[in-house]
């Protein structure tokens, strides 16, 4: 098995799984932004009063990185949403202007993900955290609001490509110049619904993000 | 602000040596340029060297994928004691506000205005055409963000470069695209 396989099966309770399968899992993090989490919320705040429950106010992260300090009023609103959102739940990881730093960056430097977790988040981008070996993936709006109140998400199962760099880096080639390469070879299309597995002498935690 | 440092219990995978593949993919990254992609996609790539008289309006270095003191760091490196091109806006922003403090006790925060870039406060801003440097009609820019469709950073006539941070750095004091070595 691939590590993604290996880390999706440890949040079911199948025995096994399989590439092309669907399957429900529990979540350790989910994360919204001031774009995404206004979405999410309104459909979470649709569920019935019986199901309207943040599964755990420990594991949902909602970061307000992407028009902070609010742009316009039309941000300043969306934003607004979240941080009464997140105190009206008790969200124990809202990050406020001050606090606040671009999600990707700050949930690994605050510890918050780690290896081997699953994490979703309402941004394309969330796969960064695959850089310290844990499973991510950007999931729509509806789908974190219903993990909001479950602690759960449906995947299909990806297959994984493989890549793997030999050599060392020249002066002043970086992290970025590796991923562009590898974009130009496979182009941005070539993973489409698929995990992307990187090794290598040279692909440390911070060339993987 | 600093690291939780909590220690958690974490659970360290690894792929079985008779795990199926869809695609292995080997690369030999010895003889690796500095690249850039030109637009409007991530996928089309020229070594820096070869772009050449490539004229940028501003230069933004940070994002998700390279607002980390590591990069910062870098910038630093090539932007000490030059200054930004006159016709070159450079933005640069921190990912997070611990590594803003970092990058100030370094005094690499001291560099970059002095070598007349402004620094922003976290945010992902112009990576997505949000705001802190939107680009007008025609304008063209280099930066370290991830994505280079049309007018993600503004003007469906503007045109985004990206490139690394050292990229980027020697870029912004050339007025050009440009390579470390054209400065150093």
């Known amino acids: 098995m691939t590590i993604s396989e290996k880390i999706l099966l440890a949040h079911t309770n199948k025995k096994e799984i399989y590439p092309g399968e669907f399957i429900l899992a529990d979540i350790d993090l989910c994360l919204g932004n ?12 649709k569920l019935p009063l019986s199901k309207r429950r943040i599964f755990d106010n420990k594991k949902i992260a909602l970061i307000p990185d992407h028009f902070t300090p609010n742009k316009d009023i039309k941000s300043a609103e969306q934003c607004k949403l979240v941080r009464e959102f997140a105190k009206k739940y008790e969200i124990e990881n809202y990050f406020e202007v001050g606090r ?18 699953l994490v979703i ?12 070996g844990a499973f991510s993936t950007g999931v729509g709006s509806t789908d974190l609001a ?23 880096l020249n002066k002043w080639v970086s992290g970025k110049d590796i991923i562009l390469y590898t974009i130009g070879d496979v182009g941005v299309s070539g993973c489409l619904y698929k995990s992307m597995e990187f090794s290598g002498e040279v692909i440390g935690v911070e060339r993987r993000a | 602000m600093a690291w939780s440092g909590e220690p958690k219990a974490w659970s360290e995978y690894k792929s079985d040596k008779n795990a199926h593949y869809s695609e292995i993919k080997e690369y030999d990254i010895s003889n690796l340029k500095p690249l850039v992609a030109y637009p409007d996609l991530p996928s089309n790539i020229k070594p820096a060297e070869e772009l050449e008289d490539v004229r940028i309006d501003q230069v933004v270095i940070g994002s998700c994928t390279n607002g980390r003191l590591s990069d910062l760091r870098i910038a630093a490196e090539i932007l000490r004691g030059k200054k930004v091109h006159p ?4 933005i640069i922003i921190p990912a997070t506000q611990n590594i803003y403090l970092e990058a100030l006790r370094e005094g690499l925060i001291e560099t970059f205005i002095k070598a007349e870039a402004v620094v922003s406060t976290p945010t992902c801003g112009p990576c997505l055409g949000g705001h802190m440097g939107i680009l007008a009609k025609g304008e063209r820019a280099v930066s370290t963000t991830n994505r280079n469709f049309k ?3 503004g003007d469906p006539e503007s045109e985004i470069f990206l490139a690394s941070p050292a990229v980027a750095a020697a870029s912004a004091i050339k007025g050009k695209i440009s390579v470390p070595e054209d400065i150093l």
């Open chain 1, 100 to 117: 606040m730093g671009i999600e990707h960056a700050l949930l690994p430097e605050l510890g918050l993900v780690k290896p081997g977790d």
């Open chain 2, 87 to 90: 016709d070159v806006r450079l």
């Open chain 1, 34 to 45: 001031d774009i995404t989490a206004p979405l999410a919320i309104k459909e979470f705040e």
């Open chain 2, 151 to 153: 007018g993600r950073m």
């Open chain 1, 121 to 132: 988040g309402a941004d394309s981008h969330t796969c960064t955290y695959g850089a310290l």
């Open chain 1, 146 to 168: 219903f993990a909001f109140a479950s602690g759960k998400c449906w995947f299909k199962v990806p297959q994984t490509i493989k890549f793997i760099y030999y050599g060392r």
